[in-house]
């Protein structure tokens, strides 16, 4: 790299640094290099501009040359983002062309909400403000994006079409590498200096890290006053804990009621463990009562049901739960239509549906019962007054079918769980 070359790196970082002061922990020891490859791969079968691996960046010269200082700067943003975001320990196993579409369609949306120039060719739907990425890559794969379209080998030819990275594209799922190049910087998966892939646990400490980094810029933020910042890194360290599915989360969050009767240095409490703290696991006896409250107003669908109750189903597989008690209710508990369920009892193959909504009836209801449950569980698409619900003195866990950014009155009390 030439002397040219490199002072004009320092005054890209210098200049994206003064806008984004609170990247600096993440991006200032990211390694810029002006090349065709990176990790042995000709980046020029898969990119037009540049690449990043999550710990350095790579342009390609033809780019770098022909491009303006405030180009540069953009293009740059966009890569540092992928980085800030995590997008490439999130790849995981997932379709790496969908995968750089749904993160780009990610990153530009706030870069644009920043005041950056998007160019035309670049990936941009403002459908997907404020998605994370991982809902986005479901969206393509649905067909849900306006500008992409997916299938399989040997469906309609199965082969990329011209188009880049989102315009008008065809991407064949059965084939990673397909395709034109892309016009945007692309993501790639993380790898080990000598070039191998990172194991499960690698890519769990490295996120990890990148998280405790964002953390601590964000209570930077807060204490010099700059809360709509700390607001938005709190999003980011959100986005990057790699998350269970909300059937996991489920079971978790049910496994973790009942009374404890002792600790054990046998098993490690895996949470203390991301901080650095070594902690027994508390082991729990079991759930002796848990009540699940069905809304069946009309407003949570039948597959949505019968797919929850099957988890259920699951869950009572994996976690003991002495007895489970079903109460369907709409504007009122539907008495006649509650079900207990002992180990081996299967659940309901169909619950009563119609009516109003009102949740407070049913938890008043649990309150009014002679003993108080381990965790009540209510299964509903949170529309009800929610924030004026007093608050019981048992667990709660909110099984919403509606995502809960969406929530309008949200309760002041329990998890919420996002059944989707």
């Not at 890290?209 to 607001?231: F, H, P, T, W, Y």
């Not at 189903?313 to 369907?328: A, C, L, Y």
């Not at 009122?332 to 009102?358: C, F």
Request: one cysteine or more; glycine letters at 8%.
């Amino acid at each position: 790299m030439d002397e040219k070359t490199r002072r004009e790196i320092d005054v890209l970082k210098t200049q994206y640094m003064v806008r984004y002061p609170f990247w600096a922990p993440i991006i200032g020891d990211v390694e810029i290099t002006i090349s065709n490859t990176m990790n042995g791969c000709d980046l020029r079968q898969l990119t037009k501009v540049g690449a990043t691996d999550g710990t350095r960046i790579c342009f390609l010269p033809e780019w770098w040359e022909q491009s303006a200082t405030g180009s540069r700067v953009t293009e740059f943003a966009h890569e540092a983002e992928h980085i800030i975001r995590g997008h490439h320990f999130r790849m995981r196993t997932r379709h790496p062309r969908v995968w750089n579409i749904a993160t780009d369609d990610e990153i530009n949306n706030h870069l644009d909400g920043d005041g950056h120039t998007i160019g035309a060719d670049w990936i941009l739907n403002k459908k997907y403000k404020g998605w994370e990425a991982e809902k986005i890559y479901a969206d393509i794969l649905k067909g849900g994006h306006p500008n992409v379209k997916v299938m399989k080998g040997g469906q309609g030819g199965g082969q990329d079409q011209p188009g880049g990275h989102g315009n008008g594209t065809v991407i064949d799922l059965s084939d990673p590498n397909a395709g034109e190049p892309s016009d945007h910087g692309v993501v790639m998966e993380p790898t080990n200096e000598d070039g191998s892939r990172m194991t499960d646990a690698q890519i769990k400490e490295g996120m990890e890290d990148l998280n405790g980094k964002i953390q601590n810029a964000a209570q930077v933020a807060k204490r010099i006053g700059n809360s709509n910042m700390a607001d938005r890194l709190r999003e980011i360290s959100d986005a990057t804990i790699q998350k269970r599915s909300w059937k996991e989360e489920l079971r978790f969050a049910v496994s973790n009621t009942g009374d404890p009767i002792c600790d054990t240095w046998t098993r490690l409490d895996r949470r203390p463990m991301a901080m650095r703290m070594w902690q027994p696991t508390i082991v729990r006896e079991g759930v002796k009562w848990c009540v699940l409250l069905n809304d069946v107003s009309g407003s949570v669908g039948d597959h949505e049901t019968m797919m929850f109750y099957s988890t259920i189903k699951q869950i009572r597989s994996q976690v003991k739960i002495q007895e489970m008690t079903i109460v369907p209710f709409n504007s009122e508990v539907l008495k006649e239509s509650i079900v207990t369920l002992k180990p081996n009892t299967p659940p309901p193959k169909k619950v009563p549906a119609g009516g109003g909504t009102s949740i407070a009836t049913a938890i008043d209801w649990v309150r009014k019962q002679k003993k108080k449950p381990d965790v009540v569980i209510i299964l509903t698409d949170m529309e009800d007054y929610l924030s004026q619900i007093k608050k019981p003195d048992f667990p709660v866990i909110w099984a919403s079918t509606t995502d809960p950014k969406s929530i309008g009155s949200k309760p002041s009390f329990g998890k919420i769980i996002h059944v989707c």
